[in-house]
Structures are given as C-alpha cells and as structure tokens.
C-alpha cells in the first residue's frame, strides 16, 4: 500500500464513516513526511472525525514552513499526486493534489492541501476537525447538512463543497471566539 494511484473523478455521494481510514491516513502521512521531512502532514477533514460520514475522501494537509511551498509541491507530485482538476480549484500558491491508494482491497481517494504552516488556514483546519471531534451534536449536524445538500441534487463538486461552506465558517467562527 504505498504506491499513488490516479484519482478517480466521482459525483459527491455521502459515505458513512470507514474505520479504516486512519491508518491510510497514517500510511499517507508518513509517505509525504519522508518525501518533505520540513513539512508536517496531518489527518484533517470528514473522515478524521471518528463516526462522521462524508464523501469518503481521505484529506490531509501538508504544512510546510516559510520559503519551502515549491519544494512541498514537488515532493508531494514525486509521491505520484495529480494536479486537480475537477471541483473547486485551488491555486499553485495554495495548491491541493489528488491521488488515490489500494488499502485492504479497497480503493481509497486521496485529497492533499499545500498550507503555509503559519498561515490562518491551517489553524482553521484544524479548529474545524477538533471541534467536531469533541462535539457530537455539531458533528450530527455536519452531517445532516451534507446529506440534505446531496438530496437536493448537487451532483458537482464545486457545489457541494460551496453548499457546505457557510456550515464550516459558522464553525471556525464560533470556535474562535
């Protein structure tokens, strides 16, 4: 299981939560780790919330210090990512890389972002994740909005990540305070 795959470009569908996502994760991030040992990869997103359902895509992040963005990039590419090319789109100075990887038999995708580790952005992320992680009621509520946004037919996924947008700011919002 170490081989980046290409990423298969799917309609958003809501997953429940797989158990078996943490140790790809962790599989992931020591990969990128050895590939820029300057950046720190992390677990983030729906599928690092234990029992959280989403679309079952494994997002991690890969902080990198000041003046190491390109060398983050490179790595990153060398361990077999994609450029993206569907979805909301994200710039080369805040890039996000695709990719996919076999665990267990099952084929799991693969979204990397690119921060600036001192950027106000990681620290959202991570906001968002722990909070989610300690509250339970917040976490239903996550869900019950991701999966109200796919029944209402949002089939791309610039617009189910735009849909759920103003949920997370509310949460990064109210959990800075």
């Known amino acids: 299981?170490?081989?980046?795959?290409?990423?298969?470009?799917?309609?958003?569908?809501?997953?429940?939560?797989?158990?078996?996502?943490p140790a790809v994760a962790q599989h992931v991030v020591a990969l990128i780790e050895a590939a820029a040992p300057w950046a720190k990869a992390e677990h983030i997103g729906s599928t690092a919330i234990p029992g959280c359902a989403g679309k079952g895509i494994v997002d991690l992040v890969a902080l990198y210090p000041r003046g190491r963005l390109e060398d983050t990039r490179r790595a990153v590419d060398?361990?077999?990512?994609?450029?993206?090319?569907?979805?909301?789109?994200?710039?080369?100075?805040?890039?996000?890389?695709?990719?996919?990887?076999?665990?267990?038999?099952?084929?799991?995708?693969?979204h990397v972002h690119i921060v600036a580790a001192d950027s106000a952005e990681a620290k959202a992320l991570y906001r968002f994740r722990?909070?989610?992680?300690?509250?339970?009621q917040l976490r239903d509520a996550y869900q019950a909005k991701k999966r109200a946004i796919l029944e209402s037919g949002t089939s791309d996924p610039a617009g189910y990540t735009h849909a759920k947008g103003e949920?997370?700011?509310?949460?990064?919002?109210?959990?800075?305070?």
């Not at 890389?97 to 084929?107: K, L």
């Not at 722990?130 to 339970?136: E, S």
């Open 167 to 177: 949920f997370i700011n509310a949460v990064i919002g109210s959990s800075a305070a």
């Open 130 to 136: 722990d909070v989610l992680r300690i509250d339970g």
């Open 78 to 110: 060398r361990l077999g990512f994609q450029h993206q090319r569907a979805g909301h789109e994200f710039p080369e100075d805040r890039p996000m890389r695709v990719g996919a990887i076999e665990y267990r038999g099952q084929i799991y995708r693969l």
């Open 1 to 21: 299981m170490s081989q980046i795959l290409p990423y298969a470009i799917l309609s958003p569908a809501y997953v429940e939560y797989d158990p078996a996502t």
